[in-house]
């Protein structure tokens, strides 16, 4: 699992940070890729990337702000252009639809795939075999969420050592074993399969927030986190301006990282104010109160 | 008076050619900017020139296509945020009022200047003291326009030396000398004035066109233009592709220029599928018909 950084500006783009977009890159768990948000030029941004645009299958939108949502009709036309056939869900703040099906008429596109959504509201807004996601409204003036990503625990690998050792040979009962809570082996004996299952494999967690002020019951969604993705349009000093733009600091974000025991937090959604050499200072802020902080860059990919 | 291009590419963007936008500079004539369409990242492709959006009064569109209208929320909104406070009027197909409200409203954009919209259709569409548009609907499947920009032809200066001789010096009479037919000069002689005022100066013509098939009905709106902006999707070659998709060749471009008696042909809408070492040959094709034509690039611009 990988989380890579397509655009990390804040309102307009610049010629270092385009406006926001992040891929979730599960190719390895589940041969897809799903994107956070699509900013304008998304596609322009892919460009530079070896992602390919069939294989993102579902698109999570945090909230309707332009820079935000502007680059979706273009990077859906792309993709089809492209040839892409499978399916695409978007998951969005009611409105998302109204704005991608007006853009795709008006413009008389048709899509070669079918296009789904779902109406983002608090709780769990999707899961399938390997993966659940959850939503939490934050605050931010207009409807805006956070997501949290839960892949669900892998079971532990059988202990074939121990096996052997007690004369269980490999062959199909190793199946058995795995999925059963006993089997009966052919000398007739009833094995309980517990202990020679290893321990579970703790599935992944990332959290990515749309914009917002801190508020510290966000924690919730973000609660042992492997990863923390978390806006930082402010720097700690600012901290009424965050307030009035409904915009968190480097610092607030840090404190939420810090309660939520994530495993890493990672800021985006960078003012253009700040020059690329105040970026240190920025994060001086944040590793001073949560010390495995980063700040993301266009293009910056993070392993989970 | 120059004309700039933000966008030649076709369809989609790729890293050599974004999709469509141009801009007419008329800052020496009226210190406005009108843009000619607006495909995505437009305003991504303006951060590398020294265009200020604010300086953008009126944008044409061609036609609905999304390479050619994507971009207008997002270079609406950030001219809003960049603090343009000069009324914005946009000329287009029916359906461009719909796409832009529907994308400001739902992404909860107010802007902080007033837009006005003016649905294109053949003929006069705009007339002010120092400018005439035209325009007449194309042949791309979707309703497709071209505009023609005319200056006015402005007055000729006033012959000094001539005055001169005739014992008329500078003074306010001079102003009079230019506005009217006949004057009265203090020794009561009644002066025709026509003989003491130059040729007027023609003014320029520029057409745009849209995407569109060839057609030599099309003739009539590039007539002696100074500069004609036309699409070449397709080579010489391919004009049974360019027929099917609602395109045309660069040597259907070369034709109408010919035929239109232009100064000169720029070529654009090139296709992704041209590497930039067979652009040399698609203008050869252009040439052979009609010498002086040119494609552009991103960011080349002409003076007219
Ligand atoms: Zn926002
Ligand atoms: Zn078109």
Redesign the interface.
Known sequence: MKVVFLGTGA?????ER?VTSIILDLLQENQEMWMFDCG??T??QI??TNIKPRKVTKIFITH???DH???L??FL??RS??GGTDPVTICGPP??E??VR???Q????RLTYPLEFIETRDGLIYEDSRFKVTAQALDHG?LSYGYRIMEKDLPGALLVDKLKEHNIQPGPIYQQIKAQPAVTLPNGEVLETAPFIGEPKRGKIVAIFGDTRYKKDHFFLAENADVLVHEATFSANQSGLAKDYYHSTTAQAASLAKKAKVKKLILTHISARFQEDEIESLLGEATLIFPNSVIAKDYTWFDV
């Open positions: 309102g307009l783009p610049s010629k385009n304008e030029a596609q322009h460009l530079n309707l702000h332009g949502i502007y680059g009709p273009g036309s792309s252009f492209q409105g998302i109204q704005f007006t853009s795709l008006i413009s008389q596109t207009i």
